[in-house]
């Protein structure tokens, strides 16, 4: 996770995040839809038999992706080190996980480490490689009380032994849930991604098992890691970003041709209901054309 890991896990996104929030920067993307009436941040959470009035069933993001940034940067301002950050950005995931498991979302894509965030100093990577691992191997028992079933992508060959074992583990004992797909992008690229996918493809057409002129978009699209992890709902509706980054950082490059953007100032450990809930409004004010105008 980028300098500013997050989430159950980290920040991710190659892009790392140097200013600390003094002042707060103004928004670059238009003008928000008038505000609905959700709860103000520090608000109770809304009961999770409800979903809260200013949302529609019907018009709900199917598949949410994040890109949780701003855990470290969110330290820095309070005089903490970067795993305090990493901390408090796990227990906002943890906190969208609940939302989107009681709000009706089907499928959540966490960015949780980039394959570039590497090159963070190893000290750093070493405390979220634990830290992924004790979240998964801790949170097993929820998932299945709550019928969360999880996967785990990305470039598992550099990940700890221990870390893979786990995420295996978890993978194959939460298979059978259905009520939300958790998927967990770790050592992840959006660029590797699709890299990869050609060479499934390319390796099928040398072997005679595929030919060439029968490679479509459906075909690729089950080359990529994605193809698995949200079975139903493979393209995110509503990609959201936090810390005021306005830039994807290799996340779900061909996964999110439409998907709608959403970017927020707040760090991530910062991300809260509140925060959820404009940006599901802001998604559900947008009028979704995928290139068809309509008469």
């Not at 959540?108 to 090159?119: C, R």
């Not at 450990?269 to 004010?285: M, R, T, V, W």
Request: with cysteine; glycine share 4%; hydrophobic share 40%.
């Amino acid at each position: 996770m980028r300098q500013a890991a997050n989430t159950m896990l980290p920040s991710h996104s190659p892009a790392a995040t140097h200013q600390l929030p003094t002042s707060p920067r103004r928004s670059t993307r238009p003008a928000p839809p008038p505000p609905c009436p959700c709860p103000r941040a520090g608000a109770a959470p809304a009961a999770e038999s409800l979903l809260p009035g200013c949302l529609r069933a019907e018009s709900l993001p199917r598949h949410v992706a994040v890109v949780m940034d701003g855990n470290a940067r969110w330290a820095r301002a309070r005089g903490l080190p970067s795993a305090a950050g990493h901390e408090a950005g796990r227990r906002a995931l943890e906190e969208t996980v609940r939302l989107s498991r009681a709000w009706g979302i089907r499928a959540l894509t966490a960015f949780a480490f980039s394959n570039e965030n590497w090159s963070r100093p190893k000290v750093e990577v070493d405390f979220l490689m634990r830290l992924f691992e004790r979240v998964i191997h801790d949170s097993v028992a929820e998932f299945l009380r709550e019928g969360i079933r999880l996967r785990v992508i990305g470039d598992s060959s550099r990940l700890p032994v221990s870390l893979q074992k786990i995420a295996r583990e978890a993978e194959e004992t939460t298979r059978n849930n259905s009520q939300l797909d958790l998927t967990l992008a770790i050592s992840y690229s959006g660029r590797r991604d699709i890299v990869q996918a050609c060479r499934k493809l390319a390796q099928k057409v040398q072997s005679n098992a595929l030919a060439a002129e029968d490679i479509d978009e459906a075909l690729f699209a089950d080359e990529l890691e994605t193809s698995c992890a949200a079975d139903e709902f493979p393209y995110p509706d509503l990609l959201i970003r936090t810390s005021g980054e306005l830039r994807l950082s290799n996340f779900l490059l061909w996964q999110s041709a439409y998907s709608e953007l959403f970017f927020t100032n707040t760090l991530w450990p910062d991300f809260g209901e509140a925060d959820y809930l404009e940006a599901l409004c802001s998604f559900q004010s947008r009028d979704r054309r995928f290139g068809v105008r309509k008469l």
